[in-house]
Nanobody
Framework: QVQLAESGGGLVQPGGSLRLSCTASGSILSIFKTSWYRQPPGKERELVAH???????DYADSVKGRFTISRDNAKNTVYLQMNSLQPEDTAVYFCYADVTRSGSIRPRPYWGQGTQVTVSS
């Protein structure tokens, strides 16, 4: 089994910063792509950022220049540094990963349970 666990969410004032972490655990051979998604209240889930095993990354237009995704392959952890946070960033943030399990050749998708980020004065 593979599990993804997010942490680092909380309440922050507009203009503030938070750093989210997501750690994968279990029988892991490799992790190809990791991503952050978010779901604002009353809205659909949306992509925030991707990062691939080679280090290339991509961002939604709404967060470019403010958010940075990174990963520590040795720790099976992906991070999302969020700066200049605004109320519209308020959402449940979900970690996603394409994970190849030990003994398997095929990557499978996994989701974390989400962590709440609230931006309010």
């Amino acid at each position: 089994q593979v599990q993804l666990a997010e942490s680092g969410g909380g309440l922050v004032q507009p203009g503030g910063s938070l750093r989210l972490s997501c750690t994968a655990s279990g029988s892991i051979l490799s992790i190809f792509k990791t991503s952050w998604y978010r779901q604002p209240p009353g809205k659909e889930r949306e992509l925030v950022a991707h990062i691939f095993s080679g280090g290339n990354s991509d961002y939604a237009d709404s967060v470019k220049g403010r958010f940075t995704i990174s990963r520590d392959n040795a720790k099976n952890t992906v991070y999302l540094q969020m700066n200049s946070l605004q109320p519209e960033d308020t959402a449940v943030y979900f970690c996603y990963a394409d994970v190849t399990r030990s003994g398997s050749i095929r990557p499978r998708p996994y989701w974390g349970q989400g962590t709440q980020v609230t931006v309010s004065s």
